[in-house]
């Protein structure tokens, strides 16, 4: 229209044509395009106007009639020579996903990723399925970036991203304020065969009307089919809930010391594809009463394999002289045994010191292999006996002791125990740390022990601030590699008093020797009106005697610094001084 082709003013003008046949049409990936019409508008070889219109064919994506989606797309060239195809409709281009889902395009656009073309949309989406329409009560999930590919797979932009949201999932006596959303996919076996699921996680907190109890509820995931075209059309949708967990106090104002009861409850679910275990706990308190009880699970029927972790906390003391006992602790499981592997570490290079300080210290089934290592030992086999002990006559303000004793087959024999002074009676599902601890542990054919303390007066340590630890072990396999460290040189004993005083030690003995130090530090800053005055000073030691090679050594330091500050004039004096001999090859003094 108007075209004009001349030598100096270039192309002016229009040109363009319509396909009402749909005869002109190409792939794009997976999808079918035809190009419907198209138009450019030229001045002087410049595109001031083009207009594109096609049509998209999405197989895997159904409209309202059961039939492949078709989107009406529009499309627009710039000067440079690249182009974007868009659709955009205000009630959004609703589409399903093989009955499972709906997703309601609100904006459309064309892309390309490395080889894939994708739809980038804001959407809505819903789902089809009866259970998860009921319990959805018709609400719909805003995603503001998700890309839909041409070979059917979906993602939100960010990947498996988490999606803040404000939507409720209807449980029946359970209602779950959804806070956020996630998406993934993974392979599952269905009717013996391994098939492609998408899944869309609903992470939130529940509200059980009419008792006021809050909980929480991870790992609730709605999971469907997305290869229905390769099975024949079958495919399989479900829901699952990974983790609930509940808190309640009664009555519900209450504070913790002034309840009448504390009751927390958790069950844990096999994750599909992940995990065949149940993982569940449950616990009562009654403050007012001072009895307290639970018990801790971990399961697997296939194999079968359990482990199971109770206690009790007594109102009052069993008396055994001057102390008594305060409450009880049972462990008792099958193919779950302890084991270094159970935390990441590994047997016969690690140390059972190491696997006893792992969080959360001491025994804990946590820290248990279940059957996928275990199915194949002999015997695996744990039991365990625990139980409080304090002093009677304060109910055990003084000193309380919590020991427990476990047997894990083939790997461990372990007696371990903790303490604290002066405070509050332990209690056996305490959370916090007692001061002080100590074990022996006999397994991979050597014995380790281990003791420490982590303690302050008072709890802030102004007074007084102590951290220390004694490790020692012997092997049966290698006579020679013992140990028996008080400190070590890079975690030494370490006594802070008045927060102006830091002593510190070490003293590590073994076969191929001994090394030991000590280091003293003063410091002291004080303002005196305009003055700011800073004071510090160090004495260390230290030496080693080798056994492997006849060689001795050790050292002296000391120094110091006086630092003051009036207004803009600083004066500062520092002085160190070393002194240091090694003997007899080489002899060294310097």
């Known amino acids: 229209n108007n075209l004009l082709v001349g030598s100096e003013g270039g192309v002016s003008g229009s040109i363009g044509f319509s396909n009402p046949t749909d005869q002109l049409q190409t792939k794009i990936g997976n999808w079918l395009f035809i190009l ?96 998860m329409n009921k319990i959805l009560n018709g609400q719909k999930i805003e995603i503001p970036q998700l890309r839909v590919y041409d070979n059917g797979s979906i993602e939100i932009v960010g990947g498996n991203s988490f999606i803040p949201t404000n939507i409720s999932i209807d449980l029946g006596p359970v209602e779950i304020a959804v ?31 009419p008792l006021g109890i809050d909980a929480r509820g991870e790992g609730i995931k709605y999971y469907y089919t997305v290869d229905n075209d390769e099975h024949n059309g079958s495919g399989d949708s479900f829901l699952h809930i990974q983790t609930i967990e509940i808190d309640l106090i009664i009555p519900g104002s209450a504070s913790p010391e002034s309840a009448v009861a504390i009751i927390h409850g958790m069950l844990s679910l096999p994750d599909p594809g992940e995990t065949t275990e149940y993982i569940g706990e449950i616990s009562l308190k009654l403050p007012k009463a001072k009895i307290a009880g639970g018990a801790a699970m971990k399961m697997q029927p296939r194999y079968p394999a359990f482990v199971i972790d109770a206690f009790i906390d007594l109102p009052a003391p069993i008396p055994i002289g001057p102390l008594g006992i305060y409450g009880f602790r049972g462990l008792l499981g099958f193919r779950y045994v302890a084991e270094k592997e159970a935390i990441g570490l590994v047997s016969g290079e690690d140390t059972w010191y190491e696997y006893y300080t792992y969080p959360p210290k001491g025994i804990h089934v946590s820290k248990f292999s279940g059957p ?133 030690s070490y003293l590590m003995l073994s076969a191929q020797g001994i090394e030991a130090g000590a280091r003293v530090d003063f410091e002291l800053k004080k303002q005196f009106g305009p003055a700011k005055v800073h004071l ?55």
């Open 372 to 504: 996928e290592r275990t199915e194949d030992y002999d015997f695996p086999f744990s039991i365990g006996a625990g139980a409080v002990l304090g002093t009677s006559f304060d109910s055990g303000t003084l000193i309380s002791l919590r020991v427990m004793i476990l047997l894990s087959l083939p790997t461990l024999f372990m007696v371990e125990g903790r303490a604290s002074i002066l405070s509050a009676r332990l209690g056996l599902d305490d959370s916090g740390e007692p001061p002080f601890f100590a074990f022996i542990a006999w397994g991979d054919n050597s014995i380790e022990s281990g003791m420490g303390a982590d303690f302050q007066i008072p709890k802030s340590g102004l007074l007084i601030d102590l951290y220390a630890e004694v490790q020692s072990g012997f092997f049966f396999d290698y006579p020679s590699a013992w140990y028996v460290n008080f400190g070590t040189r890079e975690v030494p004993i370490t006594a802070r008093v008045l927060t102006i005083i830091t002593a510190q």
């Open 179 to 209: 806070t956020g959303i996630h998406f993934g996919s993974t392979q599952l076996e269905h009717n013996g065969v391994m098939r492609k699921y998408n899944y869309w996680g609903f992470d939130g907190a529940m509200s059980l009307d």
């Open 36 to 131: 419907n019409s198209f138009s450019l508008t030229f001045k002087q070889n410049v595109i001031t106007e083009s207009n594109i219109a096609g049509t998209i064919k999405i197989p895997k994506l159904k409209d309202a009639n059961g039939d492949p989606a078709e989107v009406g797309i529009k499309g627009h060239i710039n000067e440079e020579g690249d182009f974007n195809l868009t659709a955009s409709e205000p009630d959004g281009i609703p589409l399903t996903l093989f009955n499972f889902v709906t997703i309601n395009f609100l904006t459309l656009e064309l892309g390309r990723e490395d080889d894939n073309f994708y739809f980038g949309t804001s959407c809505q989406i819903w789902f089809d399925n009866a259970l």
């Open 536 to 590: 510090a000073a160090y004495v260390e030691v230290g030496g080693y005697i080798s056994f492997e090679r006849p060689q001795i050594g050790g050292y002296i330091a000391a120094g110091g610094i006086i630092d003051i500050d009036i207004w803009i004039v600083a004066v500062s004096l520092s002085l160190d001084a070393i002194f240091s001999a090694e003997a007899p090859k080489p002899f060294l003094i310097y």
